[in-house]
Structure formats: structure tokens, C-alpha cells
């Protein structure tokens, strides 16, 4: 990582101002030590008259100096964090390996991040600030006594360099275990919030509890351990610090040095520890400091699921054709997802893509949308490789519906303007409309609060939601990952139903489970295990042995209608089932 020269001069100002800080309240200390024990000898005040001066300056300097470290101090730790923060997010914004995205980067957005700010101003700072005086210090004792500079030396030594040194140790040791624990409490506070129901619905939440409130403990007593091995650290920097003051009294009056000189020599060694006996803290932070760093270091080199070309090419003009050949995507350490698909989408075709679970649909679309990378094969975009374009560009001419579609923490009317940020409220009800969320939106209005997770809205309505959202966006090509994934039948098929309407005269790759309605499609492709298996058009491939007739034979069977329900004209066939059923949910 290169620190850019603004930042270092900041630092490096942040720094001598700390340091002049510290050297004034050095100066402070002793012409005070030097000026009250020079007074008690009663000397005219013209001799004191410099001192009294210097006492002033050295008070008034201290203080400026202070608020000048502060102040630049934290300029350059938070313009670091903001730094550190916004390279977070660059690194986090495209697309990576799914499994990659784990909950804990939560944490490390938030939280090790922070330890940008912690290394600056609670470790750099005040350990270039402490060295200064203690130098300073050094001479002056130096100058008067070299044996109390000695001591001196001893006793900075065990409370800036040993003690410190103990303490990161001690850090280190309990840092790790307590890592491990906090990663276990996590783990069960995370059950609890999230499985709340299913514990209560199996009368575990007593033994969930149990099992949190233990791990709790566990924190509590190595957090006690950590602040003990802490105290005893700073406890004995101030014993070191007290020790050293009396050997440098003794040595003073050993040597025979006046009254004035042995005040000045034992408070200088005496303020000399002040910036020092911090850096026993300091110490103690950093091993959680150089590891949330790390931490953060590791997001930014995930590797991108996609690679940039280093010279995009500009989009070609529409209307688009895709054309996927020979496609072949593979998922790390997996068997081929998809293995030698080929499909055209022409404008204003619809093409159904249909398989058992597992098929490689939600991949092929994902190499679509430029969010995994081929292994070979290709995919053009009227004739333009989309390797050779920004993802960006490729997700401008093809995208729509992802497999879990997420509905942000915001008002639906911003839930849809995510993919329309200019849109006025006339092409919003247009797309809810044709979404057929209409009488939903209408009942719990524009502004209603939709929550973390989507769970403030059914699934059915969560996945009318994205369709919306994928309308208003106006892909020039449409791709649909399971519109009525894991809703039930009635309201998938009038999903399905609405969809197949909505998409009418568009280019439209579809993902579906459900057959129902494919009939108005052009094309229906057939996958299982990463191949195509079978294609064409609906009414051929129900009329020829296979998978897909399997299928269409098994929903076809599947479908019965509710208890008392008399089955209403049209519903004999699947497609008219699916109006029925669309019927009903409306
Ligand atoms: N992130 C991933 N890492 C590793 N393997 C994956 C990953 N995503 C999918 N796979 C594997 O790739 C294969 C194809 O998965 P894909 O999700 O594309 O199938 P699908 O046809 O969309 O299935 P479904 O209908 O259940 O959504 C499966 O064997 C799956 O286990």
C-alpha cells in the first residue's frame, strides 16, 4: 500500500507537534523544579525573572502544541480511515466468488477499518511523541549527572521498551483466544436473532440461551485476563517510574549535587516517564490492530470474479443479439456448471431455459450478466466478445432478475428507483402495474419502510418487486432467474403468467421451473447437468419423449385443485390453471 506525501507530511506534523508538546511540559517540570527551589534560596527576583518567563512560555506552549497534535493528529487519522474505508468499497463492488462474501465482512467494514484510526493516533503518534522527551530528558541528566542519566536510561528502558513489550505479548496470547471466542458468541447471538422462531417453534431457545450465555463467559473471563496482564503492565511502569525518581534523588545527593540541581534532575526523570507509560497500552492494542489491518488487506485482494479488459471496447449500438457458443463455466475445484451450451437471442426473442436443479441455469445466466468468468467459449454482443467490454457496459444491454433478489432497507418507492434513479412517479406505477403490484403498493402506500432481508413482504411480493425493478431498469435484453422460485404453486403460476405477459415483444432468457405458459415462448432449451439436452418449441418438445415431457407430465399431475373448489372453465389446461390460479391471488 502506498502512503500518498500529503499524508505522511500531515503525520509527520502531527507527530513534531506531539513531540513539542511533550518537550514543553519537559521544560515546564524543570524550570519550575528549578525556579521554586532557586526561590526558597531568596535570591533578588531579577535572577528569577528569565525562569518566571520561561515558565509562562513553556505552560502556554504546552498547551497550543497539544491542541495542534490533536487536531492534526486526527485530521490525518480520519482522512486515513475515510481512505481506507472508500478502498473497502471499491474492492467490495464488483463481483466476487459468492463464497466470499461471508457475514463477517460486516465486521470488517465496520469495525477493522477502525483500526486505521487506532494505529495512528493511539500507537504512531504517541510512540514518536514519548521519544522526544525521553531523549531530551537523557541529555539534560546527562549534562548535569551522567550516573542519574544512567538510572534514567534503566528505568525508560523496562517502562517504554519491556513492559510495552510484555504486554504485546500477553495481547497476542489472549488476542487470539479471545478472537476465537467472540467468533463462537457471534456464531450463537446470530442463531438467536435469526432462528428465533425456529427455537421457540422446538423449545430450544432455553438451551440456545444457555449455549450464548456460557460463550458470553467464556469472552468475559479471557477479556479479564487480557485487562489483568494489562494493568499489571502499566502498574509496573508507574513502580519504574517511581524507583527511577529515587535513584535519581540518591545518585544526586550521593554525588553531592546542590538542591536546585537534584529537584531539576528527579522531575525531569520524573516527567520524562509521562508520554512513556502510555506505550504499555498502546503496545497492548496492536496485535488486534496489525490483525484487523490484515483482515481488511485480505478483502482487498480477493481475487474479482471477472477480469477487466484493459482497453473496453465501447458498446456497440442496439438492437442487441446475444450469441452464446460453446459456453463452458466452471465453479473452482467443480465439474463444468455449464458444458458446451450454444443460444441466440435475437431481438425480441424469448427463450425458456429449463432443468433439474442443479442444471447450471443460474450460472449460465450469471456469465450473461459478466458475473463469472468463462472457461472457454464465448458470448457476443452483436459480435463483440463481452470479455472485451466493461461489466458495467455488459450489464447495461443484459440483465433483470437475480436468483435471490434483495430488498434494501428503504421505501418501495426507493426499492424501485434503485434500477431508475430518475424515474417519475408516472413510469413507477407503470411498472408495479405491469408487475402486478398495483393493489399492493396502493395498500401499504409509496413510503412504507420495506426491511432487512425482504422480510416485510411475502415472497410473492418480493419477487413482483424485482420484476418491477428489472421493467423499470428496460434491459434491451431481459434475463429472468426464477420468477416463482420457492413461492407456491398458485401464486408462481401467476407470476409465471404476469411475467410471460409482461415480456411480450422483448428479448427475454428466462429461468423457470415451471412449464405452465411456455407456450408463448420461442424457444424452450432443456439443460441437465451443464448440457443442452433438449430444444425447441414447446408444443414439439411435449409431443416428443424425454425430460421435458416428463416434467410437463409430472406438473400436469401435480396440479389439483383446492378442497371445494369447483374447477371453473379454462382451468382444464395448464395454461388456463395458470390464469386460474393468477386469478385467485389477485
Ligand atoms: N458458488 C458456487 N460455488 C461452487 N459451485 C457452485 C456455485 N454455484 C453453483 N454451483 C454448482 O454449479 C452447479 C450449477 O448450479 P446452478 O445454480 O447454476 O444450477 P441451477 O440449474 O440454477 O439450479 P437451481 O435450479 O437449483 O437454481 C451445481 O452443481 C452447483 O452446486
Do not use: N
Given at each position: 500500500m502506498t502512503v500518498p506525501p500529503s499524508v505522511i507530511?500531515?503525520?509527520?506534523?502531527?507527530?513534531a507537534a506531539g513531540a513539542a508538546a511533550e518537550l514543553a511540559g519537559l521544560g515546564l517540570i524543570a524550570t519550575a523544579a528549578w525556579l521554586i527551589t532557586r526561590a526558597a534560596e531568596q535570591p533578588p527576583l531579577a535572577a528569577l525573572g528569565v525562569a518566571i518567563a520561561a515558565v509562562r512560555a513553556f505552560a502556554t506552549s504546552k498547551g497550543v502544541f497539544r491542541y495542534a497534535e490533536r487536531l492534526a493528529g486526527h485530521d490525518v487519522a480520519l482522512r486515513a480511515l475515510a481512505t481506507a474505508r472508500e478502498r473497502l468499497y471499491h474492492a467490495l463492488a464488483p463481483a466476487r466468488p459468492p463464497e466470499r462474501r461471508g457475514a463477517d465482512l460486516l465486521t470488517r467494514m465496520v469495525e477493522d477499518t477502525e483500526a486505521v484510526q487506532d494505529l495512528l493516533v493511539r500507537c504512531l503518534l504517541p510512540a514518536a511523541a514519548a521519544l522526544t522527551p525521553a531523549v531530551a530528558a537523557l541529555v539534560i541528566e546527562l549534562v548535569l549527572l551522567p550516573r542519574a542519566a544512567l538510572a534514567l536510561l534503566a528505568g525508560?528502558?523496562?517502562a517504554g521498551v519491556l513492559l510495552p513489550a510484555a504486554s504485546y505479548a500477553a495481547a497476542r496470547r489472549w488476542g487470539a483466544e479471545i478472537g476465537r471466542a467472540r467468533a463462537a458468541l457471534a456464531e450463537r447471538v446470530a442463531d438467536l436473532v435469526h432462528g428465533s422462531a425456529d427455537l421457540a417453534a422446538f423449545g430450544a431457545t432455553g438451551r440456545a440461551l444457555a449455549a450464548a450465555s456460557a460463550a458470553g463467559d467464556r469472552v468475559d473471563a479471557l477479556e479479564r485476563r487480557r485487562a489483568r496482564a494489562l494493568a499489571t503492565a502499566q502498574a509496573g511502569g508507574v513502580l519504574t517510574q517511581g524507583l527511577t525518581a529515587c535513584a535519581v534523588t540518591l545518585t544526586?545527593?550521593?554525588a553531592g549535587a546542590g538542591t536546585v540541581a537534584t529537584a531539576v534532575l528527579a522531575l525531569t526523570a520524573l516527567v520524562a516517564f509521562e508520554p512513556v507509560l502510555p506505550l504499555a497500552q498502546a503496545a497492548e492494542r496492536l496485535p488486534g490492530i496489525t490483525g484487523a489491518l490484515r483482515r481488511t488487506r485480505e478483502i482487498?485482494?480477493?481475487p474479482r470474479a471477472v477480469t477487466e479488459p484493459?482497453?473496453?471496447?465501447?458498446?456497440?449500438?442496439?438492437?442487441?443479439?446475444?450469441?452464446?457458443?460453446?459456453?463452458?463455466?466452471?465453479?473452482?475445484?467443480r465439474a463444468p456448471a455449464v458444458d458446451g451450451v450454444s443460444l441466440t437471442l435475437t431481438p425480441g426473442k424469448r427463450v425458456a431455459l429449463v432443468g433439474?436443479?442443479?442444471?447450471?441455469?443460474?450460472?449460465?445466466?450469471a456469465a450473461l450478466m459478466r458475473l463469472i468468468e468463462p472457461e472457454s467459449g464465448s458470448i457476443t454482443v452483436n459480435g463483440r466478445d463481452i470479455r472485451e467490454l466493461r461489466a458495467e457496459d455488459v450489464r447495461r444491454v443484459m440483465t433483470g432478475l437475480p436468483q435471490d433478489p434483495y430488498v434494501f432497507r428503504a421505501s418501495v418507492r426507493e426499492n424501485l428507483r434503485l434500477a431508475a434513479p430518475e424515474a417519475g412517479d408516472e413510469e413507477l406505477e407503470r411498472a408495479v402495474r405491469r408487475a402486478r403490484l398495483d393493489r399492493w403498493v396502493a395498500g401499504v402506500g409509496w413510503d412504507a419502510g420495506l426491511g432487512e432481508d425482504g422480510r416485510t413482504v411475502s415472497g410473492g411480493q418480493l419477487q413482483r418487486l424485482a420484476l418491477a425493478r428489472a421493467l423499470l431498469y428496460d434491459p434491451p435484453v431481459l434475463l429472468l432467474d426464477e420468477p416463482g422460485e420457492a413461492l407456491d404453486d398458485?401464486?408462481?403460476?401467476?407470476?409465471?403468467a404476469d411475467v410471460l405477459d409482461a415480456t411480450r415483444g422483448r428479448t427475454v432468457l428466462m429461468v423457470t421451473h415451471r412449464l405452465t405458459g411456455l407456450d408463448q415462448v420461442d424457444e424452450v432449451v432443456v439443460l441437465d447437468r451443464g448440457r443442452v439436452i433438449q430444444r425447441g418449441g414447446h408444443e414439439e418438445l411435449i409431443r416428443t419423449p424425454g425430460h421435458y415431457?416428463?416434467?410437463?407430465?409430472?406438473?400436469?399431475r401435480a396440479w389439483r385443485p383446492p378442497a371445494g373448489q369447483p374447477i371453473i372453465a379454462g382451468t382444464g389446461s395448464p395454461s388456463g390453471r395458470a390464469a386460474a390460479a393468477h386469478h385467485r391471488e389477485r
Open positions: 507530511l500531515r503525520l509527520l506534523g502531527a507527530a525508560l528502558t523496562v544526586a545527593q550521593a482487498r485482494r480477493l484493459d482497453r473496453p471496447a465501447p458498446l456497440p449500438g442496439g438492437p442487441y443479439t446475444v450469441e452464446v457458443r460453446d459456453l463452458v463455466v466452471r465453479h473452482p475445484g433439474p436443479s442443479g442444471a447450471g441455469k443460474s450460472t449460465l445466466l398458485a401464486t408462481a403460476g401467476a407470476i409465471m415431457r416428463d416434467l410437463w407430465e409430472a406438473e400436469s
